[in-house]
């Protein structure tokens, strides 16, 4: 029991130290891209290419975890290799000018970092499935997420602030490199952290042992299966825009770094403010309910764009992002480990991964071939649309809540768990904030009565009628 609890400890520090490497890292990414000229296609495939490398080297960590003597040791090398690939990425500016080759470079290097991730997530999870008890789960990862998210948010404003300062006095390639070897330093720290984790062994059965092949055969009648697919589907709406928001607002809209940076840390902090409060609903009321809602919520996000490109207002659109999809992930998140048993896990997590990285490339490339179709500015009907991004924002919107309408239905809870209505489950939520309040009502008009639904979801029926 101690090591467990000190394994716990560690991972919540683990965490907090790659928030910071996300944070001061991944999350300037596509500014980087831009900074060295990538063009819209070159900034779409940095950020869903590497995707598609860190979903296969997901599936062969999978398919070879049982020949793994210990676990921690596989996580451990490849953090460790994952933090060395930060240095390069920093140094770009100064090997190579800016251009093709140098935007090529850089999406070589992302492709590399991510494999390293792929190798980690499905060992990562499955250790973690055996290390915290299945009771806690929502408000331990709720309570680790709260707390990495609060780092990344931290890290983030401070990597923004350096970036606004460098830039502004004319040197922003060396301030790129300062928080990029922050990024790497994170890691390092993140390993060390790593080497605390307990290490039990791991044992698979032959009969738990599944091909890729019999995930797809069997989707027809697995429920997690079809959670898997309404999660890429999903992923592909999200993903027809989301990789060009930074280009709409450095390129389009000639956002400072500082403002940039102020935009992206709202989402971040509304997140870390209530992933806590998730988690105990998580627990309380399953993870399909909050799916249920966030789904839908996520959808209005990117329509919002369309309003204004007043600053203040965009900052409460992100406050917006950031409660719904930090319900969004975390549920996903913990349908995984419901929904999984854990000799099938590790298989389950890389083949989730499989099947969403081809829907994130696809949905992305397609917005990114859009833009490319599109002129810069253009009316449809009475509507101006002053810059073609916010077209791609349009149709990623419309996307998402289809996904919800449709794929929402295909798949249900399954542990027992305290019954609900969404109405209630919405009013609850909008007291987690005073302005969450006025957020949240807005999703109160897709949802009716659905007494009967949750019973059958309960049962463990499927439910046509959600």
């Known amino acids: 029991m101690k090591k467990r609890e000190e394994a716990l400890n560690a991972s919540v520090r683990d965490g907090i130290s790659h928030a910071v490497m996300l944070g001061a890292g991944e999350t300037y990414l596509g500014a980087f891209g831009i900074f060295l000229q990538a063009t819209t296609m070159q900034i779409g495939l940095l950020a869903t290419l590497p995707l598609v490398f860190e979903a296969a080297a997901q599936w062969i960590s999978a398919l070879t975890l049982d020949r793994y003597r210990s676990r921690r040791r596989v996580i451990l090398s490849w953090a460790l290799f994952q933090s060395v690939l930060w240095l390069p990425i920093g140094l770009l500016p100064f090997l190579l000018s800016p251009g093709s080759v140098a935007a090529v470079s850089l999406i070589c290097l992302v492709v590399l970092n991510h494999i390293a991730s792929g190798f980690i997530h499905p060992v990562w999870s499955s250790l973690m499935g055996d290390l915290v008890p299945i009771e806690q789960r929502g408000r331990f990862f709720g309570n680790r997420n709260r707390l990495t998210g609060m780092s990344s948010f931290v890290s983030l404003l401070l990597a923004g602030s350096t970036l606004h300062l460098f830039n502004g006095a004319g040197y922003a390639a060396l301030g790129f490199l300062v928080v990029f ?111 249920n809602i966030c789904s839908w919520g996520i959808g209005i996000v990117p329509l919002c764009w369309l309003v204004s490109t007043n600053i203040v207002y965009i900052c409460l659109v992100q406050v917006y992002a ?101 109405r209630e489950l919405v009013f609850r939520i909008t007291h987690i904030k005073p302005i969450a309040g006025a957020t949240f009502n807005l999703m109160t008009f897709f949802f009716r009565d659905q007494r009967r639904q949750n019973k059958k979801e309960k049962n463990g029926e499927p439910n046509p009628d959600q």
């Open 181 to 291: 070897i922050v990024a790497m330093i994170a890691r390092f720290s993140s390993a060390g952290w790593m080497r605390r984790y307990d290490d039990p062994p791991y044992h698979v059965q032959p009969e738990e042992v599944f091909s890729f092949w019999q995930f797809l055969r069997r989707s027809p009648h697995s429920n997690f299966a079809k959670f898997v697919f309404f999660f890429a589907v999903t992923n592909f709406a999200v993903s027809f825009s989301s990789p060009y928001f930074a280009l709409y607002m450095l390129r389009d809209l000639q956002f400072s770094y500082f403002e940039f940076t102020a935009i992206s840390c709202v989402a971040t902090m509304f997140q870390f403010l209530t992933f806590r409060y998730w988690g105990g609903i998580s627990d309380r009321f399953g993870n399909k309910k909050i799916l």
């Open 322 to 422: 950031g409660l719904v999809w930090a319900g969004f992930n975390l549920a996903a998140a913990n349908f995984i480990f419901d929904a999984c048993s854990p000799p099938k896990r590790a298989r389950c997590v890389a083949y989730r991964g499989i099947v969403n990285s081809i829907f994130v490339l696809g949905g992305s490339m397609a917005g990114g071939l859009t833009v490319k179709l599109l002129p810069p500015s253009f009316f449809i009907g009475p509507f101006h649309f002053a810059h073609a991004l916010l077209f791609i924002f349009l149709v990623s919107g419309v996307l998402r809540l289809i996904t919800a309408a449709f794929f929402l239905k295909i798949f249900h809870e399954v542990r027992d768990v305290e019954l609900i209505r969404s």
